[in-house]
């Protein structure tokens, strides 16, 4: 059974970094796209940012220069290192595999694989 755990939500203050981490279970994911995406309350889920393969990255207008993201593929995971962290930051964070695809992917629908989520929360 091919699971997406998440962790290292939580709160902080405007201004801050956290670091989620990502790890894939079932299979690994190495040769495959990898991306993270959020949800506001009461909004759509939104694309964040997405890994290749082979480690080209994009990013979201709204978080590049800021989020970083990578992946160790002998760790099967990937990360999303976010500073200067704003209020409007704050959602559920979801991070995702596309197991047809190896470049990077920003739309939503190509991924196959979804973890549960983690809670993000930039207070002013």
């Known amino acids: 059974q091919v699971q997406l755990v998440e962790s290292g939500g939580g709160l902080v203050q405007a201004g801050g970094s956290l670091r989620l981490s990502c790890a894939a279970s079932?299979?690994?994911?190495?040769?495959?796209?990898m991306g993270w995406f959020r949800q506001a309350p009461g909004k759509e889920r939104e694309f964040v940012a997405t890994i290749s393969w082979n480690a080209i990255t994009y990013y979201a207008d709204s978080v590049k220069g800021r989020f970083t993201i990578s992946r160790d593929n002998a760790k099967n995971t990937v990360y999303l290192q976010m500073n200067s962290l704003k209020p409007e930051d704050t959602a559920v964070y979801y991070c995702?595999?596309?197991?047809?695809?190896?470049?990077?992917?920003?739309?939503?629908?190509?991924?196959?694989?979804w973890g549960q989520g983690t809670q993000v929360t930039v207070s002013s």
């Open positions: 995702a595999a596309a197991s047809r695809f190896g470049t990077a992917q920003a739309m939503g629908g190509i991924y196959d694989y």
């Open positions: 079932g299979r690994t994911f190495s040769s495959n796209a």
